[in-house]
């Protein structure tokens, strides 16, 4: 290191803040890559006696650098607080869990006695779960109450990985005569799913201590939904349940409200943009009415509730003295039914609560939103049918009873025959590899090139299947690359009306029709990672796709690890 930065660097840490047992050298965008760089870092952590917690976040740690870290707090017992969020910004997926897996087995060697871990907004991915799955079933952390992993890409595999460390932490803490418990538990923005979402549940339910509960943007459905609803009834000391943006709808939303029924601490409730509607709001509005008398915030936002359903949730606090805060915007209210909403609770004399109603999306016909649900519950039960499915035979045989099993014929059902047509009707995994290896050649071969919107559909529907696991990865890029090639290198083939058309269908740029967005961008993100470092990918639209992809976004901020990834691959083109 020059002597320039090294004398930066002494700069930045004389504005170190410390006290109170705490070292921090939080927000400080110190570049800690080798040994030699952490030196003023590590006498730091040397010279400090007592440290109770350390302030990490806003740097960056590289893996030879969390080495010589670690080994200055294998000295340091007493440390009970980490405070590692946003630590490896513009580190490699490769780096981090290595640098984690050092840092955790110092805390263990120091015989640490943990009490709150953040390693939010850190892109780790799956992988990086297993970086510190030692130390949450260590003796370390059999004193945390406070877990933070927000924003940081988990996915599904990464939330069953969590889960099982958590269980087997709350297991062997118990054997000790001092069970885990957890109080608070943060893990938004994370691509849990339904399948994470189950497996963290199992776990909630086991350790039964929780008091705060942070899921959101998550993408959880109605049966995750359900099995965090049955969790949470173990947990009797929950205050906060926030799992805003995800989609409960009514099963969700019903489930969840016999689970309030049974709380008696909860004081915020965070449902905003969850699709409960009426028939959900009205049962969340049943168990508010029946007690949750120390409710302070109810957040209902945008969950297209209708007037009558709205209405019944503010008669439900009438009798909520605590209460400071009641969302019910961006629903289906209409001019007369926010008339109506303010004058109950100017009637109760709770008017103040009130939160805006400037979104409101005015009142909708009866038979169009019945019609509307309608079509969405049963995609919902396709798509549940779907992922059945594609579970796998093993995972099908042990939810099985043996009796039903032994009674059935032992003959094999063949699975029916696949085409692309079915396959782009509905896409799903398991139907993109039953193509067979020919499966990049036949969709491009039956893809009109010349009609852009085709093109993008097609693109969506084949990225929408993208999964992490390497046969899918590499079926989803050889479709990809076989469609793309042909397209781009068309006379009569459009480049920029493709990358208009890609962003409206991505919910990124506005069109004068309406036009639904794909549901989650995880996929087609993780698609275009792939797409722009290929030799077809005219390179004049990368600053295009770099531009909006940058732009605040709620569907791109609940996918960060894939919308990272792909902002780095373009920086560096």
């Known amino acids: 290191m020059a002597s320039e930065d090294i004398t930066k660097l ?63 707090l294998e000295k340091k017992s007493e440390l009970k607080r980490c405070h590692w969020s946003d630590m490896f910004t513009g580190r490699l997926r490769s780096e981090i869990p290595p640098a984690l897996i050092s840092l955790g087995d110092a805390l263990i060697t120091a015989g640490a006695q943990l009490v709150e871990l953040d390693l939010s907004d850190n892109a780790f991915g799956p992988d990086g779960v297993r970086g510190f799955e030692a130390l949450l079933k260590s003796p370390a952390c059999y ?3 406070e877990l933070k992993l927000n924003n940081c890409g988990m996915g599904i595999g990464g939330g069953k990985i969590l889960a099982a460390a958590l269980k087997e932490c709350h297991r062997k803490s118990s054997a000790q005569g001092k069970p885990l418990a957890l109080k608070i538990f943060v893990a938004g923005r994370n691509r849990l799913e339904n399948d994470g979402a189950t497996a963290l549940a ?22 995750g939904i359900t099995a965090l609803a049955q969790a949470f009834a173990i947990n009797p000391l929950l205050k906060v349940i926030n799992l805003n943006d995800n989609t409960f709808t009514e099963k969700g939303a019903v489930a969840m409200a016999e689970t309030l029924k049974a709380l008696r601490q909860i004081e915020v409730i965070n449902f905003g943009d969850c699709l409960v509607r009426s028939k959900g709001a009205v049962a969340i509005a049943d168990a508010v009415k029946e007690g949750l008398h120390k409710l302070k915030e109810l957040n209902l936002s945008f969950c297209e509730i209708k007037r009558d359903a709205a209405l019944t949730v503010a008669e439900a606090i009438e009798d909520k003295a605590e209460l400071e805060k009641l969302d019910l915007n961006g629903n289906c209210l209409g001019e007369e039914g ?17 939160g805006s109603l400037s979104d409101d999306e005015g009142e909708e016909e009866d038979d169009e939103e019945e019609e509307d649900e309608d079509e969405e519950e049963e995609e919902e039960e396709e798509e ?117 058309s890609l962003l409206i269908h991505m919910g990124l740029l506005k069109s004068e029709e309406k036009i639904k ?31 909006f992809v940058t732009k605040p976004n709620r569907a791109l901020d609940s996918c960060s690890f894939a919308r990272h990834m792909l902002l780095q691959t373009l920086h560096q083109l």
């Open 517 to 547: 967005a794909v549901p989650s961008l995880y996929g087609i993100l993780m698609t275009l990672n792939h797409m722009v470092q290929q030799d077809y990918f005219p390179k004049s639209l990368a600053p295009v796709l770099s531009a």
């Open 143 to 145: 004193t945390l109450q």
């Open 384 to 500: 549940e049918q779907q992922q059945l499915k594609e579970r796998g035979q093993g995972e099908q045989e042990s939810l099985t009873p043996k009796k039903i099993i032994d009674s059935q014929d032992s003959t094999p059902v063949p699975s029916p025959p696949v085409d692309v047509a079915t396959f782009l009707a509905f896409p799903s995994p398991e139907k993109l590899l039953r193509l067979g290896p020919k499966c990049s050649v036949l969709i491009a071969q039956q893809t009109d090139t010349s009609d852009v919107e085709k093109v993008v559909t097609t693109l969506l529907r084949i990225s929408s299947v993208f999964k992490d696991e390497a046969p899918v990865k590499t079926a989803v890029h050889e479709t990809t690359d076989a469609l793309m090639r042909k397209a781009f290198t068309s006379a009569t083939f459009n480049s920029d009306a493709f990358i208009t």
């Open 202 to 223: 199992e776990a909630f339910g086991i350790i039964g201590t929780l008091e705060e509960v942070h899921m959101p943007q998550n993408g959880i459905n109605h049966p």
């Open 338 to 354: 926010c008339e109506q909403l303010q004058e109950i609770l100017e009637g109760f004399n709770m008017a103040a609560v009130l």
């Open 10 to 72: 002494a700069e930045s840490l004389a504005k170190t803040k410390v006290g109170g047992g705490q070292l921090s050298f939080k927000g400080q965008s110190l570049k800690l890559n080798t040994a030699e760089d952490a030196e003023e870092v590590i006498k730091q952590i040397e010279e400090f006696d007592g440290l109770e917690a350390l302030r990490l976040e806003g740097n960056t740690v590289g893996v030879e650098a969390a080495k010589v870290i670690a080994k200055a």
